[in-house]
């Protein structure tokens, strides 16, 4: 199973970025989705996921109205928007997978894959 995470770069505030997550090694309709991301001397944070069972998405209240999650099954994408970037949303990106989670998983931990990161910097 592999998780190639990609899109990050360098942003303005107020600017926008669009990260993807391809995957390959399963079918994603049966995993929940999930974006997490690390900044420099900082825990690793949940930041959005979407369950299998009712494609429902939940985020950090630190992004809420800012980001969108979505997936595309048929593709095998995982995607995350962005918009309204802040200086404080500098981190690298990591997409995960995982198959326990499949009625919760906001803020959840049993994540069984994981991608290698994208880095994302807001300049102010």
């Known amino acids: 199973v592999q998780l190639q995470a990609s899109g990050g770069g360098l942003v303005q505030a107020g600017g926008s970025l669009r990260l993807s997550c391809v995957v390959s090694?399963?079918?994603?309709?049966?995993?929940?989705v999930g974006w997490f991301r690390q900044a420099p001397g900082k825990k690793r944070e949940w930041v959005s996921c979407?369950?299998?069972?009712?494609?429902?998405?939940d985020y950090a209240g630190s992004v809420t109205g800012r980001f969108t999650i979505s997936k595309d099954n048929a593709k095998n994408i995982v995607s995350l928007q962005m918009n309204s970037l802040k200086p404080e949303d500098t981190a690298t990106y990591y997409c995960?997978?995982?198959?326990?989670?499949?009625?919760?998983?906001?803020?959840?931990?049993?994540?069984?894959?994981w991608g290698q990161g994208t880095l994302v910097t807001v300049s102010s």
């Open positions: 090694g399963l079918t994603l309709d049966g995993y929940a």
């Open positions: 979407i369950t299998p069972f009712d494609n429902s998405a």
């Open positions: 995960a997978a995982s198959v326990e989670l499949q009625y919760l998983c906001a803020g959840q931990d049993m994540w069984d894959y």
